[in-house]
């Protein structure tokens, strides 16, 4: 039987306006003026690590210096914005309760958050202990590393797997790694053809609605 691995932000949980909005008030704080949509349309499916290296990199010396617990106030902001608003995504309840298939969590968020919006969203029963960070790896999506490391820690080879992704990066990634992947199009941060770019990126099927997910697999 297939092992289902599933991202979290954007696919287990409608978290990803609620994350970007968050963070653009954070880098507005220290003059850096990035709308919330601007955060979804670059950043979705990257780590905080690897979007703050990603400012670091297009803004050079226009860059205002981070304070040395930017990141941690980034995430503070986000997990109170999550704590007023975080709801589990529309339908995976009662789908993770009908599944017969192994599952776990592969997610570029730090194991702190992971547990905090899972546990928020009632969600954590569902995936606990196999819950995994990008930061147990050293490359997050789209490298293949997350996945990788998924499967060999629920010893199932990358062809037993079976990825639900929300973004091109995990779709890509799950594509390095071998591993069939569904795109998941219904979360509050998805635009108009975004089924299209996932199914471009390498998803072999693509859903808007989580009761739908059975037929794909």
């Known amino acids: 039987m297939s092992l289902l691995i599933f991202d979290c932000d954007g696919v287990l949980i409608d978290s990803e306006v609620i994350g970007c909005r968050a963070e653009a008030a954070c880098l507005a704080d220290i003059g850096i003026v990035l709308s919330a949509d601007e955060l979804i349309d ?67 968020s730090a194991p702190e958050r992971l ?3 899972l546990s928020l969203t009632g969600l954590l029963r569902h995936f606990e202990p196999h819950i995994f960070s990008a930061t147990q790896v050293a490359r997050g999506k789209p490298a293949p590393d997350l996945f990788l490391f998924s499967a060999q820690q629920m010893r199932v080879t990358a062809a037993d797997c079976i990825v639900i992704e929300d973004s091109i990066p995990g779709v890509q990634a799950a594509v390095a790694a071998g591993m069939r992947v569904i795109g998941f199009s219904g979360g509050s941060h998805c635009r108009p053809g ?10 072999s099927g693509v859903c808007n609605d989580l009761r739908h997910l059975p037929a794909l697999l």
């Open 194 to 203: 975004h089924a299209e770019r996932l199914r471009a990126a390498g998803a």
């Open 42 to 108: 670059r950043y979705i499916g990257i780590s905080l690590p690897a979007m703050l290296a990603d400012l670091q990199a297009r803004l050079g010396e226009a860059l205002p210096a981070l304070p040395p617990d930017f990141a941690d106030t980034m995430r503070r902001a986000v997990a109170a914005a999550f704590e007023a608003e975080l709801r589990p995504m529309p339908g995976i309840v009662d789908l993770l309760d009908e599944l017969p298939q192994r599952r776990c969590v592969a997610s570029g």
């Open 115 to 117: 547990q905090h919006t």
